[in-house]
């Protein structure tokens, strides 16, 4: 059974940080790409940042400030978050991704706020 969890999210004040975590089993996660989406309300999933064997990419609006990266050995993908800003609450999503096969977890919620 296929089963990507996501933890580490909460309330946080601005120019903080978090690290969001998304534990994956039941595939091989060495052979996905990995990728962290977000969605805040009204508006789409976008994506934030993803890693794969030739390392981190990251939308805009987080570069310099996010970190994507990956522990095969835990079969975990984690993002480093940091200088968060407002505009950054959203639930977070991670996603992993072989061909035609998307698999998602269940979202973390991420506010920042004062």
């Known amino acids: 059974q296929v089963q990507l969890v996501e933890s580490g999210g909460g309330l946080v004040q601005p120019g903080g940080s978090l690290r969001l975590s998304c534990a994956a089993s039941g595939f091989t996660f060495t052979s996905y790409v990995m990728s962290w989406y977000r969605q805040a309300p009204g508006k789409e999933r976008d994506l934030v940042a993803t890693?794969?064997?030739?390392?981190?990419s990251y939308a805009d609006s987080v570069k310099g400030r996010f970190t994507i990266s990956r522990d095969n050995a835990r079969n975990t993908v984690y993002l480093q978050m940091n200088s968060l800003k407002p505009e950054d609450t959203a639930v977070y999503y991670c996603?992993?991704?072989?061909?035609?096969?998307?698999?998602w977890g269940q979202g973390t919620q991420v506010t920042v706020s004062a």
């Open positions: 996603k992993a991704a072989l061909r035609w096969t998307n698999y």
């Open positions: 890693i794969s064997s030739a390392g981190g």
